[in-house]
């Protein structure tokens, strides 16, 4: 089992910028839904962003805004998360090893059953 790593998060003003990563198998990206979960005290874990053999998905609340991109040299996937709002600040986590194909609306994933992994999580902040 590799290591999922969720580097990246912390504190920032709104419209600031901050990057998750997440290790995986090359067998893993080209077999498995993965992406980044979010949770605030209170509220369900909901998708942000996912990754399958199709390409990324995101949710509507993060479209345009967020960026997914693979580096397959690194076995790693990225989270880029630009123009950040107040409304973002979450525990961040990072899953891997879910169904073959994301769910068409990724924000409805995140039920810890769905996926055999997942990580410690990040904090992000942001502040207005």
């Known amino acids: 089992q590799v290591p999922l790593v969720e580097p990246g998060g912390g504190s920032v003003q709104a419209g600031g910028s901050l990057r998750l990563s997440c290790v995986a198998s090359?067998?893993?990206?080209?077999?498995?839904?993965m992406g980044w979960f979010r949770q605030v005290p209170g509220k369900e874990r909901e998708g942000v962003a996912g990754f399958d053999r199709k390409g990324p998905l995101y949710a509507n609340f993060v479209k345009g805004r967020f960026t997914v991109s693979k580096d397959s040299a690194k076995n790693t996937l990225y989270l880029q998360m630009d123009n950040l709002r107040p409304e973002d600040t979450a525990m961040y986590y990072c899953?891997?090893?879910?169904?073959?194909?994301?769910?068409?609306?990724?924000?409805?994933?995140?039920?810890?059953?769905?996926?055999?992994?997942w990580g410690r999580g990040t904090q992000v902040t942001v502040s207005s």
């Open positions: 899953a891997t090893e879910g169904p073959p194909f994301c769910a068409a609306d990724i924000a409805t994933m995140g039920h810890a059953r769905e996926f055999r992994n």
């Open positions: 090359e067998y893993t990206f080209s077999h498995y839904c």
